[in-house]
């Protein structure tokens, strides 16, 4: 666990008995993350994940090293979310983002706001596009100034508030 992390346990551990999720039914693995590999979830005996979220050290190494470790343990159709991008105080995050994107194609990312970016498989990445354009009362795709945002080739649908 980076140091902006530290103290988090508990609130998380309060937020998942609000949402009724038994501590018992979940692995938490403190430390730093640069020291976790793919190898270690299929040691922990865990499947493939259908959502990630990437919250982490907002380094490009630290960024990049947690992308590539997403890359490898969430499964065909699953989503990876990554924290804190744009933000030019993590400017970091933005550098990661560009080399992964370039460095691998089973991770597309597909669709931005809220300070984060999604990335979905591949494979489905156009489900997920239909998927966010059926929920327009939770997602709003918007051109942006006529274009729509790209990264790294890829289009972004690019969400916000519903107005």
Known sequence: MAISGYGSKLPLLR?????GIPENS????GGNS?????????QWG????RMLSIDGGHTL?????DLMVASCV????????LDDFPNPSWIGVSEALMHFAHAQDRLVPFMHGYNKIWF?????????????????DVFTCQDMHGSRRAV????????????
């Open 46 to 49: 865990l499947p493939a994940f």
């Open 74 to 81: 969430v499964r065909d159709g699953g989503l990876v979310v």
């Open 61 to 65: 190494e630290f960024t990049l090293h």
């Open 34 to 42: 640069m020291h976790l590999t793919a190898s270690d979830f299929t």
């Open 120 to 136: 979905a498989t591949k494979s489905h990445v156009q489900q997920w596009l239909e998927f966010v354009a059926d929920e327009s």
């Open 26 to 29: 979940i692995r938490l693995a």
């Open 152 to 163: 790294a080739g890829h289009a972004l649908c690019f969400t916000g508030p519903v107005k």
């Open 15 to 19: 937020n998942l008995e609000a949402c």
